[in-house]
């Protein structure tokens, strides 16, 4: 069986072959941080970031650029359409000191593709290539590409696209097994992604529909894939790196007890307050707990509360009730706590 334990992308070394996809909105650099914080992941990536607001000195969009040293390695994604902006983005991206550029060519958002950028450059290879070639040219950190399989169903033209990178002195290219048209529906296509790692010699990394340690492993395996790219199955199970890991190695994944749980959403909650106003905690802390309290016992009736605290406090008073009267029915308490755990909300 095909297991990679580690990629190498130009001089950067991806250990276990692991990566955090990137997600708008979702892995900013507290959720970067928690993933990082429970272990095993070979590479993050952070949320798309305009070459637009780069260049032109928007103060957000370079907050959203900053990382800590404990989130590397680090790649950061830019999007865009012209060559020009893109290389000087690519080149505030070094200086930033991230260990990578990866340049998003998947998005589909409609916001996104109108400006020629996203997911519209797998219909346009003569600017995703001078986008490629300047950005090449303009920094010496590894280059990568993050694409989709194609347009549409008629149009899928993964390999071409990754030959296409390869050609260029693109360090890696990751896929998303789906179509533009396809956005999330459906089911990730790991044929197609095959294909491009048996066409490249620079590493190739898949994406889409890796829920599970198993799944992940199966997909590394079946594909020969140089690595596996985790999105959505992160954010509701964020222990799911070590959980690959510990397979790979043939030890028993780490279950997460519900104390575990509880505690990464205060964990989560201190990382937040580094970084974001009081007003924007609310509602980071309330998507985050919507995310993972899915497949809970009681957990909808737990978000429904959340969902309408009006405080952090009363986030949380939901929240502590929650765990506590729930870690009293699975594991008993001593006698003298039992009233205070039924007596919670
Ligand atoms: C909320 C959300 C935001 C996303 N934002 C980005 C992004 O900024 N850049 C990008 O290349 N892909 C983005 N994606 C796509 C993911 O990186 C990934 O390719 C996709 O979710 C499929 O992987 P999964 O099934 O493991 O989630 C986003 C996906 C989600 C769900």
């Known amino acids: 069986m095909h297991l990679p334990e580690k990629l190498r992308v130009g001089t950067v070394d991806i250990e276990p072959s692991l990566v955090l996809a990137p997600m708008a909105g979702v892995t900013d650099s507290s959720f970067r941080r928690l993933i990082k914080e429970l272990g095993s992941?070979?590479?993050?990536?952070?949320?798309?970031?305009?070459?637009?607001?780069?260049?032109?000195?928007?103060?957000?969009?370079?907050?959203?650029?900053?990382?800590?040293?404990?989130?590397?390695?680090?790649?950061?994604?830019?999007?865009?359409?012209?060559?020009?902006?893109?290389?000087?983005?690519?080149?505030?991206?070094?200086?930033?000191?991230?260990?990578?550029?990866?340049?998003?060519?998947?998005?589909?958002?409609?916001?996104?593709?109108?400006?020629?950028?996203?997911?519209?450059?797998?219909?346009?290879?003569?600017?995703?290539?001078?986008?490629?070639?300047?950005?090449?040219?303009?920094v010496s950190i590894p280059v990568t590409?993050?694409?989709?399989?194609?347009?549409?169903?008629?149009?899928?033209?993964?390999?071409?696209?990754?030959r296409l990178i390869e050609d260029c002195g693109g360090d890696m290219v990751a896929i998303h097994g789906r179509t533009r048209v396809q956005g999330y529906s459906g089911e990730a296509n790991w044929e197609v992604i095959a294909a491009v790692k048996q066409a490249l010699s620079i590493p190739v990394v898949g994406c889409g529909d890796v829920t599970t340690p198993l799944k992940a492993i199966e997909r590394l395996s079946e594909t020969s894939v140089d690595g596996v790219m985790i999105g959505r199955g992160a954010i509701s199970n964020p222990w799911i790196f070590r959980q690959t890991s510990e397979l790979m190695e043939g030890v028993k994944p780490y279950e997460p007890p519900l104390s575990e749980k509880h505690r990464v959403l205060h964990r989560y909650y201190?990382?937040?307050?580094?970084?974001?106003?009081?007003?924007?905690?609310?509602?980071?802390?309330?998507?985050?707990?919507?995310?993972?309290?899915?497949?809970?016992?009681?957990?909808?009736?737990?978000r429904e509360r959340v969902f309408r605290a009006q405080t952090i406090s009363e986030v949380f008073d939901h929240i502590d009730g929650y765990f506590s009267l729930n870690a009293c029915m699975v594991d008993p308490a001593p006698e003298n706590l039992q009233s205070s755990c039924i007596t919670s909300p």
């Open 41 to 138: 992941v070979g590479l993050i990536v952070t949320e798309f970031i305009s070459v637009e607001g780069l260049t032109r000195g928007n103060l957000r969009t370079h907050r959203m650029m900053r990382f800590l040293p404990e989130e590397r390695p680090i790649s950061i994604q830019i999007f865009g359409y012209d060559e020009s902006r893109m290389a000087d983005a690519a080149v505030i991206v070094e200086e930033s000191g991230a260990d990578m550029v990866d340049i998003n060519c998947g998005c589909p958002a409609k916001k996104v593709v109108k400006g020629g950028g996203g997911s519209s450059l797998l219909r346009d290879l003569p600017q995703l290539e001078k986008i490629l070639r300047t950005i090449r040219r303009a």
């Open 145 to 162: 590409m993050k694409i989709r399989i194609g347009w549409d169903d008629a149009t899928i033209n993964a390999v071409e696209v990754g």
């Open 270 to 302: 201190d990382l937040l307050r580094d970084e974001l106003p009081e007003k924007a905690l609310s509602g980071k802390l309330k998507q985050m707990c919507g995310y993972f309290t899915h497949g809970l016992e009681g957990g909808s009736r737990l």
